[in-house]
């Protein structure tokens, strides 16, 4: 393999090793790729972002950056890694997804680690241009969303990070909600399967469980059902309410971020 690695990144490679492990565990990251996350983020990263992801001249503090806040499992953070933002000073980088989500398992710990996922108290959160943020919701969001109807008042609600953790992961990101237990949030949001028998028969209802080998839905009812799975038998169908805000997590930018959450907290 090739070093090429700057003195700061030296430093970061003694530093970076430093996460603890109750920080790790908090986190519930693999902390197998938390370990390969600090080789290659001292590697790719430290010379600009510091060796501890606190920032350096011309490089901002990743523990702080509400986009990594925000992130889960690389959603937000994959595409600034993969693009890059080359006329702002950040590259596009050449990493393997691996090294990319091995990257985001360390940096999650070390906001867990500075208990920011918490703590911190979202002051750039409306930072936004609430009118930018209406365009942007008048072309991405009314197809589902009304800000006189289902979303009005939204800005009495929430304080603006719930708020912005609302928007960007309705199913149970934001604030303490991470490490992978999926919350419902309501019955709109519950995401539904129906599964044709191969008698033709058809059992719907919202999902329990989904994976290779079984299905499990509870009916309108209440009643739960199971099947074994083998291929394509029996057919299953999943529907997700919320399949929009996760295809959109990816397309949004900073500035789109921080100017629709300005929007919506405008809506009293
Ligand atoms: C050559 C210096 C440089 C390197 C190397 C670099 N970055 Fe950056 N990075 C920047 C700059 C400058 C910005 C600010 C861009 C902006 O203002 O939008 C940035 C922005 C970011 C952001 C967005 C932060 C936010 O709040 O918007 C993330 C995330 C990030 N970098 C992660 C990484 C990771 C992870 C690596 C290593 C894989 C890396 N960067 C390597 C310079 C660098
Ligand atoms: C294809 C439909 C669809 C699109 C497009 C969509 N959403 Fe949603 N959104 C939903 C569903 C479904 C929910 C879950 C509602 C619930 O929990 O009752 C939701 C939840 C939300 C919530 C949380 C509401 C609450 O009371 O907690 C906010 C805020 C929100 N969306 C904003 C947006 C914004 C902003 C956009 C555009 C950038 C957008 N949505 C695009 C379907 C959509």
Redesign the pocket.
């Known amino acids: 393999m090739i070093w090429v690695c700057l003195p700061t990144c030296l430093i970061a490679q003694k530093n970076s090793e430093s996460a603890s492990p109750a920080a790790i565990a908090g986190s519930k990251e693999d902390p197998q790729a938390v370990e390969r996350g600090a080789k ?2 001292a590697d ?2 430290a ?3 510091g060796p501890k992801a606190r920032g350096n001249v ?3 503090d ?1 523990v702080r ?4 806040l925000d992130d889960e499992k690389g959603i937000l ?1 994959g595409p ?2 993969r693009n890059g ?1 080359p006329d ?4 596009k ?1 050449n ?1 393997t997804e691996q090294q990319i989500s091995d ?1 985001v398992a360390w ?1 999650h710990v070390q906001t867990y680690a500075a208990d920011h996922r918490t703590t911190y108290e979202f002051l750039d959160v409306l930072t936004g241009d609430a009118k930018k943020g209406e365009v942007y919701f008048n072309q991405n969001c009314t197809a589902c969303h009304s800000a006189t109807g289902d979303l009005k008042g939204i800005g009495k609600r929430y304080d603006p990070f719930t708020l912005q953790g609302r928007w960007l992961q309705p199913r149970g990101g934001g604030r303490g909600g991470r490490g992978g237990e999926a919350v419902q949030t309501s019955k709109r949001a519950a995401i539904t399967v129906t599964v044709t028998l191969g008698s033709g028969q058809t059992v719907s209802g919202e999902l329990v469980r989904l994976d290779d080998f079984n299905v499990a839905l509870r009916d309108a009812a209440g009643e739960y059902h199971s099947y074994t799975r083998s291929g394509e038998n029996p057919k299953v169908e999943v529907h997700d309410p919320l399949k929009a805000h996760t295809d959109l997590l990816s397309k949004y930018t ?1 500035p789109d971020i921080h100017n629709v959450t300005a929007y919506l907290a405008s809506l009293k």
């Open positions: 290659a983020y790719n990263c010379g600009c972002h011309g490089a901002p990743l950056s509400l986009l990594v953070i600034v890694i933002r702002a000073g950040m590259p980088l990493l990257i940096l900073d």
